[in-house]
């Protein structure tokens, strides 16, 4: 689920002070930018919202979101979001912290009713901010790729599109619950368990990515809170934020606005689940996302409404040891250091990206001008795709944000 793009740093010299008649005229050349890049065709779909830490500024649609009707993609497209679902894992695990169902410094398996241990380190215990940071020492291993999806509609997987995926699909008639899942992959007594299954590191030692270990975040806050990862989500952060157009699942959605996915040859790829839902699963539209964005912003000034203000700061806190930005940094390796479940860029960006099949998602704002931007894309990123449109989208971005001094 991770976007493992170089992505040329495109270096903006100028800044100017903007009246308010000079923003929306930046705004006007973005949209004129966007639009044209649109017409390229590799990436069928694309929305784009930049916001402030009081509204969104901007947000729309370009191309289609299902290119056989021609239906446009709108601010109301919905699409997964792919792994900046997991950043809703952290600020979910702070507010089970507020209220006293959890601890992050507990060990996992005081809330967990099966054990994980590295089987290298049995005497050190995991503990949850561990996972929250990648630090868990849980390897996802080729397995979570074929484990993890599984296909709506059974029939689909005669499907063209799917054929040469590296995710291999599963269908729902075999399909395990997560907390099963998480069990046969981690347990010593799981179908699944291996012990390359976990990085030969003391926990909390070594960042490494996980989609498991970030899925099993969070069924430690569900057996804490006593309440599945959808509810708890929805009750203290999707309904409170009026994301009244998202959900987890597509029985909680309106799928006539859920968006068509094309894989890197232009095929529709089939409608898709994942066991793992909390890592990866988030099905919303850029008015959404963008609330949500703009909490996270309130939430790093101080003025956040989900979480008391120490809660933030612990979301924002960089957890791992401090490293020199290479020359030629990416602006979007998120990798670079970690909050809880928050990505921190060579750039000082702070936010994450997210990959599944046919989409791709890029939530991230800049701390110095207090601007964020999302960008959502149904199709699969690939080399034409990235170096002809993702390239053009993330400059014409930069060159508007660059050209503000707020």
Known sequence: MRICIRIALLLITSSTLFSQDGIQQTLQLLDNDLEKISKV?????????????DSTLFAKGYGLSD???GTPYTINTLQNIGSVSKTLIGVALLKAQEMGKLNLNDPINKHLDFEVINPSYKNDPILIWHLATHTG?????????????????????SSEAIKGQSEEFQTLDNKVTMKDYLENFLSTDGIW??????????????????????TLAAQVLEEATEMSYDEFTQQYILTPLRMK?????????????????????SQ?????????????????????????????????????????????????????????SPKKANSYDDEFNSG???????????????????????MFFDPELKIGHIIML?????????????????????????????
């Open 41 to 53: 065709g590799l990436i069928k779909g694309y929305g784009v919202a930049i916001v402030s830490k």
């Open 378 to 406: 149904n199709t699969s990123l690939y080399g034409d795709a990235v170096d002809q449109q993702l390239i053009p989208i993330l400059g014409a971005i930069r060159a508007t944000l660059y050209a503000w001094d707020f």
């Open 245 to 265: 157009s998202s959900g987890w699942s597509f029985d909680t959605i309106d799928k006539n606005q859920h968006s068509k996915l094309y894989n890197d040859r």
């Open 193 to 214: 368990y291996r012990k390359k299954n976990f990085v030969k590191k003391k926990p909390g030692t070594k960042y490494e990515y996980s989609n498991v270990g970030a």
């Open 137 to 157: 020492t849980i390897n996802d291993t080729g397995l979570y790729d074929k484990k993890a999806y599984y296909l709506i509609n059974k029939n689909d997987l």
């Open 268 to 324: 529709e790829l089939p409608n898709y689940s994942l066991v793992t839902y909390p890592d990866g699963g988030l099905i919303t539209n850029l008015m959404d996302f963008s609330a949500y964005l703009t909490e996270l912003m309130k939430g790093y000034y101080g003025e956040g409404t989900l979480l008391k203000k120490e809660s933030y700061t612990t979301i924002f806190d960089e957890r791992l040891p401090k490293k020199t």
């Open 67 to 69: 290119v056989e009707s």
């Open 340 to 362: 809880i479940f928050m990505g921190y860029t060579p750039k000082g960006y702070l936010g994450h990206t997210g990959s599944d099949p046919g989409i791709s998602s890029f």
